[in-house]
């Protein structure tokens, strides 16, 4: 499957983006989809996934209340719904499609799409 994640941009703290990953390839339904982050100098870290379904998000703490995945899987596309954005958000963001039940772990993940950015400013 091909990942492309969009909609990242410039926000002020407080905004909000809606992130999409389009897919395309084998089908968008047979996989649980993840965000994941990645900051300069950091580790790429865990934000969200969805199962296969839809039913069932899954948060890291620290977006817990702000973040919310979804997906569409009649238009093959998940979404990442980000509100109240702070500065420590600011990071690359990639979406990712795994069928590992651990999806916490980035490595468990088989496909990546480019990151889209997303800056917060204070």
């Known amino acids: 499957v091909q990942l492309q994640a969009s909609g990242g941009g410039l926000v002020q703290a407080g905004g909000s983006l809606r992130l999409s990953c389009a897919a395309s390839?084998?089908?968008?339904?047979?996989?649980?989809m993840g965000w994941f982050r990645q900051a300069p100098g950091k580790e790429r870290e865990f934000v969200a996934a969805?199962?296969?379904?839809?039913?069932?998000?899954f948060y890291a703490d620290s977006v817990k209340g702000r973040f919310t995945i979804s997906r569409d899987n009649t238009k093959n596309t998940a979404y990442l719904q980000v509100n109240n954005l702070k500065p420590e958000d600011t990071a690359g963001y990639y979406c990712?499609?795994?069928?590992?039940?651990?999806?916490?772990?980035?490595?468990?993940?088989?496909?990546w799409g480019l990151g889209t950015q997303v800056t917060v400013s204070s």
């Open positions: 990712a499609a795994t069928t590992n039940v651990n999806f916490y772990v980035a490595a468990n993940y088989a496909y």
């Open positions: 390839g084998r089908t968008f339904s047979t996989y649980t």
């Open positions: 969805i199962r296969r379904s839809g039913i069932g998000t």
